[in-house]
């Protein structure tokens, strides 16, 4: 399964990077993506890259502030999170689909796996 970390409290505006180390598989075989769920909400996908890193796609939510980053050497995936907002604020998890190496236009949590305990992001207001 995958350990998140890199999360904290930061200012509007302000930066993040979180990490996902993968352990009992290989990152570079499947298609992995970052989810997030806020108290209440149901959990939604933020990011999704492919197997050789040559697709990756964002919520339109995150389009151009997130950018999603693979390190297969280091079976390690990456959120690169820039001017944040309140609404990014949420337990943030990386997950893999255990059937695609290319990951599809749009991905739900369901059908993934190997969760992990996630890292805390909060943006306050």
């Known amino acids: 399964q995958f350990v998140a970390s890199g999360g904290g409290l930061v200012q509007v505006g302000g930066s993040l990077r979180l990490s996902c180390v993968a352990s009992?598989?290989?990152?570079?075989?499947?298609?992995i993506a970052w989810f997030r769920q806020a108290p209440g909400s149901e959990r939604e996908a933020v990011s999704w890259?492919?197997?050789?890193?040559?697709?990756?796609n964002y919520a339109a939510s995150v389009k151009g502030r997130f950018t999603i980053l693979r390190d297969n050497g280091m079976n390690t995936i990456y959120l690169r999170m820039e001017n944040l907002k309140p609404e990014d604020t949420g337990l943030y998890f990386c997950?893999?689909?255990?059937?695609?190496?290319?990951?599809?236009?749009?991905?739900?949590?369901?059908?993934?796996?190997?969760w992990g305990q996630g890292t805390q992001v909060t943006v306050p207001s």
């Open positions: 009992g598989f290989l990152v570079d075989k499947y298609c």
């Open positions: 890259i492919s197997s050789n890193g040559n697709y990756a």
């Open positions: 997950a893999r689909d255990p059937l695609k190496y290319h990951c599809d236009e749009n991905v739900s949590w369901r059908g993934f796996d190997s």
